[in-house]
């Protein structure tokens, strides 16, 4: 059982690596580019999926939630290394991300749960996105356009776990760019002068939420 443990994590891993490589040339077919370094986004990718197989090899949750955080850290990584090179959420990844987190769900749904997993999602991405959509309007500089795009598609995901994921994932997303903005001054990071890149705390709160949907986020989930 350990080395079968060892052997799929360790395929998870390779697996991740080539997406991640292949995830990271995406951002450079953007207007304007917003190239990414292709092994950061590799390194990043394949330890997330191991991330990922070790939870599913581990019974961590049911076997049909594999699709979705498969997708969502392939993701995040090109995303997260765009905002904090360029300040920018391309719209070749975040775009995209709305068919492949409703295609993961979709198999998710359909080899587990059935439709109600669905029927969670689509209203805690209007509801999260709409969120957004206020804090955009109020606070332009501290929200950006691209940050509104994406919430969309992570409050699907979110929504199939659970309403208090979406709670969570904001505040721990919040959490995360405070520490960033408190990390850029101590360091006196000019990349960032103004207000710090929110993209990389919101994939990194969704990644935590879709790999270890615990219980007490109230995910809801049969087996």
Do not use: N
């Amino acid at each position: 059982m350990y080395w079968e443990l060892v052997f799929a994590v360790a395929g998870f891993g390779l697996a991740g690596f080539g997406v991640g490589r292949a995830g990271g040339r995406v951002p450079a077919r953007a207007q304007p580019p917003a190239a990414v370094p292709g092994r950061w986004c590799a390194a990043g990718t394949a330890v997330l999926w191991s991330a990922v197989g070790w939870r599913w090899c581990a019974g961590g949750w049911p076997g049909w939630w594999l699709p979705v955080p498969l997708v969502v850290t392939a993701l995040a990584v090109p995303l997260a290394l765009a905002d904090l090179l360029h300040r920018r959420l391309p719209d070749v990844l975040t775009l995209p991300a709305y068919p492949l987190a409703g295609a993961a769900l979709g198999v998710a749904a359909a080899a587990g749960p059935g439709g109600g997993l669905l029927v969670r999602a689509a209203p805690a991405a209007v509801l999260f996105a709409g969120a957004h959509v206020l804090v955009h309007a109020a606070a332009p500089a501290a929200l950006g356009a691209g940050d509104v795009k994406l919430s969309g598609s992570l409050g699907v995901v979110l929504g199939a776990t659970g309403w208090q994921a979406l709670v969570v994932v904001a505040c721990l997303a919040a959490a995360i760019t405070l520490g960033l903005a408190v990390a850029v001054a101590l360091l006196r990071v000019r990349r960032w002068r103004g207000a710090v890149p929110h993209g990389p705390g919101l994939l990194a709160a969704t990644c935590l939420v879709a790999v270890f949907p615990g219980a007490g986020l109230g995910v809801g989930m049969g087996s």
